[in-house]
């Protein structure tokens, strides 16, 4: 079945410094998502990509969808303490069930 | 608009017990899903529903049962508990068919088996 992979596990960052976390797919995605879940919290949508090659920003977030539409990456630049907690990318490959979601990377930001 | 609601918040379960987590959804959509996470762990998918009357398995079924008699409420039971059934479990829906078919998540129930 349809195998998505996130690295890094862990991410320790100071604050200020910029943070990217990769996800790779063992199959051509139809589209892939990325969410945010604050510690404590439940999975919060960030954004959606389709088109291969895709670039979105949203502020200091930028999102890439990979020419052969298998991986993804986000980054964000700048860290703040807010942006504390762990970023899943979810593919959807072809068919009509649910996501497979990466095991997601933690973002850990030292003051 | 409420959103996905999911009861109870927290529950602890002795071994061979039962209980149903119930999930419902006020968005009219029609995809819904139950996950479970493990401690630092991703989202696993244990079942899903396209539609009211129809369910499938997702990747981690055993051990569970789900009904879609409604398209608002998708419960999850477990027959009986095992201490790998420890986790929190996150309902979630979806409008398929849209551009964006987002999952909207709700606020999760914590679930320790002793």
């Known amino acids: 079945g349809q195998q998505v992979m996130q690295i890094p596990q862990y991410q320790h960052v100071q604050e200020g410094e910029d943070f990217t976390t990769y996800c790779n797919s063992s199959t051509t995605l139809s589209n892939i998502q990325w969410y945010k879940q604050r510690p404590g919290g439940h999975p919060v949508f960030l954004i959606q990509l389709v088109k291969s090659g895709e670039v979105k920003k949203q502020k200091r977030l930028t999102f890439q969808f990979g020419e052969a539409k298998k991986n993804s990456s986000l980054h964000i630049t700048a860290t703040q303490t807010t942006d504390v907690g762990t970023y899943f990318c979810?593919?959807?490959?072809?068919?009509?069930?649910?996501?497979?979601f990466g095991k997601g990377t933690h973002l850990i930001i030292q003051p | 608009n409420a959103g996905v609601t999911q009861t109870p918040k927290f529950r602890i379960l002795k071994i061979g017990q039962s209980m149903t987590l119930q999930c419902t959804q006020d968005?009219?959509?029609?995809?819904m899903y139950w996950y479970r996470q493990d401690p630092g762990m991703g989202l696993k998918l244990i079942y899903y529903s396209v539609g009211a009357g129809i369910t499938d398995k997702g990747e981690v079924p055993n051990g569970y049962n789900v009904s879609r008699s409604t398209t608002e409420d998708f419960p999850l039971r477990l027959e009986l508990a095992a201490p790998s059934q420890t986790s929190v479990y996150f309902c979630?829906?979806?409008?398929?068919?849209?551009?964006?078919?987002?999952?909207?998540f709700g606020p999760g129930t914590r679930l320790t088996v002793l």
């Open positions: 979630a829906s979806s409008s398929m068919g849209t551009s964006t078919d987002t999952q909207y």
């Open positions: 968005m009219n959509h029609n995809y």
């Open positions: 979810a593919g959807r490959g072809g068919g009509a069930d649910g996501l497979t």
